[in-house]
């Protein structure tokens, strides 16, 4: 089974990059992706990425269409989230998720408190 453990959030000023990372051993076989919360909000799909027949789809939430991009290292088993030009309506705790491409399992990290203000 997958497990991830999400790293990289903190504080930053408005205008700022910040790189998460999502650290998920066995994940081969899954669909990644990051989610958001916000206080008071729901949680909202930020962006995902998934490789079926040799080809990867990726998926953007309109907030961040040009400004944040997801992307996996096989070898380091990890999942990457760079955020660009972030905004204070970017504050949110971020998720890392894996969904199974062959069953209905999906596993959530424990999630990584993102900040940005000035």
């Known amino acids: 089974q997958v497990q991830l453990v999400e790293s990289g959030g903190g504080l930053v000023q408005p205008g700022g990059s910040l790189r998460l990372s999502c650290l998920a051993s066995g994940f081969n076989n899954y669909a990644m992706s990051w989610y958001r919360q916000a206080p008071g909000k729901e949680r909202e799909l930020v962006a995902s990425?998934?490789?079926?027949?040799?080809?990867?789809?990726?998926s953007y939430a309109d907030s961040v269409k040009g400004r944040f991009a997801i992307s996996r290292d096989n070898a380091k088993s990890t999942v990457y989230l760079q955020m660009n030009s972030l905004k204070p309506e970017d504050t949110a705790v971020y998720y890392c998720?894996?969904?199974?491409?062959?069953?209905?399992?999906?596993?959530w990290g424990q999630g990584t408190q993102v900040t940005v203000a000035s």
């Open positions: 998720r894996a969904d199974s491409y062959y069953t209905t399992y999906l596993l």
């Open positions: 990425m998934s490789s079926t027949d040799g080809t990867t789809k990726f």
